[in-house]
């Protein structure tokens, strides 16, 4: 549930830190095209070499490894080694850093009482027995987070079986909603994401068995889940039924931090084809509450709504990391020319409800956190502006600055002053913690997150920010008066 530290990768990347957010900090420019053009490039192509290098840095093994090479194209969830696997066999490919996955061919067999999955070889087969353990969830290189996941035992078996009570066509994809389940972020980036790489190609002839299954996710991302699968999801431990599957793959693929790596993907997918799913994941919610909306509106006059004002949201944050002077950013904003919501997502918001609000906008802005994981909600091409606090740079930069731009937002980054913190209220203007939060971060995530995440709260210097909000507003705005010129003609 926490956000944890990943204090090696911190390490070596804060050497890349300054260039790489330097690159995108004015992507929206004067609202000059060209500018932003150039600049993006610049960008894009840093990014490139930032990935090889940080891959280098962090990941040095995969490139002597075989994962380096692209994957099998015919069948792109199955890693070169497994490619060629024969029925009746369980191939295990352990060569990424972040996930195992396995595959098991032939005759499957749930046996959930002893927690696994049986390959059952034919009678009169040639094969090896084998047996291979495997935890399916994408934070391999954490082990402290991995014991908590549930141990699955894949296993070949000779002779008598237990019968199947239930048959299936299609295959098994087989994972767990364990470990940082409960926090957003993980959800998406451990979760959902991994998902749709693994088992997006199957075209909802798939279905998701799940360990440490819980109700509330299964609702909590039913939408997206519909999309994914037609069937319904096995609780994989209570569920006591024996399931039978010609094949099943058990863990998920993971490429990066909230994004996908299309060159590893089938048919070349992107992020931008998930957020298509999310779109039609959400619509027919989305339908069914404008309707409601306008069945309660019928004897009230629809607002007319003047010249179309560009739409900001504002993501708030309950406890730690909020805006103290939200009240005034708003009123800013409007200033500047926004048409400006408070969205405050709760763990209970719906989050069809979270996406309406964020498809239809223009600008989103937060403080960051994990509530910034909703940028996937944003549309390509519309303004995020990440508040970020001290100490939390480099992590606002990975998790959601760089996965942002990539996506094709235009990502805008506000790193607060001292003055702006209420750390400065508490500690002198020399203490360290103000002046050099890089250092405090060395001394461990403990500290990093009892001071910077759930210590601090900011207080923006609007005459500043008011500078980022009429960028925002000047590159969302101009493009469209030169559109409505050529449409004149
Ligand atoms: C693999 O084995 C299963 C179970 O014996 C069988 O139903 C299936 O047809 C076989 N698949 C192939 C491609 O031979
Ligand atoms: C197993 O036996 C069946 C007939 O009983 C035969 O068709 C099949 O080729 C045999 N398979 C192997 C691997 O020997
Ligand atoms: C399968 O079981 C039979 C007897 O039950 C045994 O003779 C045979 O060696 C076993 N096969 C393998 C691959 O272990
Ligand atoms: C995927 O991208 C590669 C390289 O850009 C290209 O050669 C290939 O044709 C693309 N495939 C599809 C299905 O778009
Ligand atoms: C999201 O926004 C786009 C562009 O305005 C719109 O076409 C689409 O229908 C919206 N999606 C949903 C689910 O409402
Ligand atoms: C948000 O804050 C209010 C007041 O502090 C509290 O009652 C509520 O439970 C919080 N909600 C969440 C989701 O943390």
């Not at 990935?51 to 692209?70: G, T």
Request: net charge positive; charged share 25%; glycine share 6%.
């Amino acid at each position: 549930m926490v956000h944890h530290h990943r204090a090696a990768q911190q390490q070596q990347l804060k050497l890349l830190e300054h260039q790489h957010t330097a690159a995108y900090a004015d992507c929206c420019g004067v609202g000059s095209t060209k500018r932003c053009i150039s600049k993006r490039t610049l960008f894009l192509r840093f990014i490139g070499i930032f990935s090889i290098i940080s891959s280098a840095l962090v990941f040095a093994p995969r490139f002597l490894s075989p994962d380096y090479f692209e994957d099998n194209l015919q069948t792109p969830s199955v890693h070169p080694l497994c490619a060629s696997m024969s029925n009746h066999s369980i191939c295990c490919d352990r060569t990424a850093v972040r996930t195992d996955v396995c595959f098991m061919r032939g005759d499957v067999r749930t046996h959930s009482a002893s927690n696994s999955l049986l390959l059952h070889l034919p009678r009169n087969s040639t094969a090896s027995m084998e047996e291979q353990l495997i935890r399916p969830y994408t934070r391999k290189w954490e082990a402290g987070t991995m014991a908590t996941i549930d141990e699955l035992h894949l296993k070949t078996i000779n002779g008598s079986v237990q019968g199947c009570d239930v048959v299936h066509d299609v295959p098994a994809v087989v994972f767990s909603t364990g470990g940082y389940t409960g926090n957003v972020y993980h959800e998406f980036n451990d979760g959902i994401l991994p998902l749709y790489i693994t088992a997006g190609h199957f075209n909802k002839e798939v279905v998701l068995v799940l360990l440490e299954y819980h109700d509330w996710w299964i609702t909590k991302y039913g939408d997206i889940l519909s999309q994914l699968s037609d069937y319904t999801p096995i609780d994989f431990t209570n569920d006591k039924r024996t399931h039978c599957f010609k094949e099943a793959i058990v863990g998920l693929r993971i490429h990066d931090e909230l994004t996908i790596d299309a060159a590893k993907m089938p048919n070349n997918r992107t992020i931008r084809d998930f957020r298509n799913l999310l779109d039609e994941a959400y619509k027919p919610r989305i339908r069914a509450i404008e309707q409601e909306e306008a069945q309660a509106n019928t004897n009230r006059k629809s607002p007319t709504r003047s010249p179309r004002k560009p739409k900001l949201v504002i993501v708030a944050r309950n406890g730690s990391r909020s805006i103290e002077n939200e009240v005034e950013l708003v009123k800013s904003a409007e200033e500047v020319g926004f048409a400006v919501e408070v969205l405050r997502p709760e763990r209970t918001t719906e989050l069809a409800k979270i996406y309406r609000a964020l498809n239809s906008s223009d600008a989103m802005i937060g403080v960051h956190g994990a509530a910034m994981t909703h940028f996937l909600f944003m549309r390509p091409g519309t303004v995020f502006i990440q508040v970020v606090p001290l100490g939390t740079d480099w992590a606002a930069a990975s998790y959601y600055g760089d996965p942002a731009a990539r996506m094709g937002l235009r990502y805008m980054e506000y790193k607060i002053e001292a003055k702006e913190s209420s750390l400065s209220r508490e500690y002198d203007k020399e203490d360290p913690v103000l002046r050099d939060p890089e250092r405090v971060n060395a001394r461990g995530w403990e500290i990093t997150k009892k001071v910077y995440l759930d210590g601090q709260n900011v207080r923006l210097d609007l005459k500043r920010f008011k500078k980022h909000l009429i960028r925002a507003h000047h590159c969302l705005v101009k493009p469209k008066i030169r559109k409505t010129g050529s449409l004149s003609h």
